[in-house]
């Protein structure tokens, strides 16, 4: 079963008497394992639709399917559930609390879940290890580089135990020697089983990934897979699972 199915999906926003259709019908499957770059131009549509995919947002027009689910007309609460089971998040910019502790942000995604504090500060300390933090979860982001706190955000992502990530821009703001560390960290966490989906502008970025969607003015004008993606099956690791 596909893990994200968008069926001809608009998204519409009307500004005074203006209408500006942002995505103009969009129909794309996202497999499970999979690994996609969504490359395209500067307001070609790309973050409305991860934040569809992500159920950030929902679709004007058309359907989208999550994990067999139909939430295109799912409430904001059930839209929140959705999230929490199924997704992580990656920004550009990070988007960790300032005033939080690397752990304390790991922690976030985990206070809405119903879960002994002892087990998910476990947990949050595993997945610290993972990205190479072990030793700075104390550490507030403004005593971390920059590819640290993105690496903070992954072990936040990765808290709930998503089926899949959606990376928008991951490395926008790093150099290209952490931009290279951080993908290959999306690069092991798809070998053990996450679907990951991230935009991109940078070729080499895209070159980490096994599928290539372009967007251009709203629609999806280029779908291709790239050589490697046969042979590979994805095995779930006992921590992400
Ligand atoms: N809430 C909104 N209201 C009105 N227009 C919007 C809204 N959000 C996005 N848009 C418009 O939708 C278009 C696509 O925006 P989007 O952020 O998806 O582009 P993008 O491909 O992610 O661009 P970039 O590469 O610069 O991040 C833009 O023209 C933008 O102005
Ligand atoms: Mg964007």
């Not at 979860?137 to 992502?157: D, W």
Request: hydrophobic share 40%.
């Amino acid at each position: 079963m596909s893990l994200c199915v968008l069926e001809d999906v608009w998204k519409t926003y009307t500004l005074g008497d203006v209408r500006v259709d942002v995505l103009r019908g969009v129909s794309l499957s996202i497999e499970p394992g999979e690994f996609t770059a969504v490359m395209g131009p500067s307001g070609s549509g790309k973050t409305t639709l991860m934040n569809i995919l992500g159920c950030l947002d929902v679709p004007s027009d058309g359907r989208y399917i999550l994990a067999g689910k139909d939430v295109t007309h799912m409430s904001d609460d059930e839209l929140s559930r959705m999230r929490s089971e199924y997704i992580g998040f990656i920004f550009q910019s990070f988007h960790l609390l300032p005033y939080a502790t690397a752990l304390e942000n790991v922690l976030l995604p985990t206070l809405y879940v119903e879960r002994r504090l002892d087990g998910r500060r476990k947990r949050a300390m595993e997945l610290l290890a993972l990205v190479g933090l072990g030793d700075r979860a104390g550490f507030k982001p403004s005593q971390l580089s920059g590819g640290q706190q993105q690496r903070v955000a992954i072990a936040r992502a990765l808290m709930n135990a998503p089926r899949i990530i959606l990376a928008d821009e991951p490395t926008g703001a790093l150099d290209s020697g952490t931009a290279k560390d951080i993908m290959n960290l999306l690069t092991e966490l798809n070998r053990q089983g996450t679907t990951v989906v991230v935009v991109t502008h940078d070729p080499e970025v895209a070159g980490y990934a096994r599928r290539i969607v372009k967007v251009r003015d709203g629609v999806v004008v280029e779908d291709t897979e790239t050589a490697s993606k046969a042979g590979e099956r994805p095995v779930h690791d006992a921590l992400l699972a």
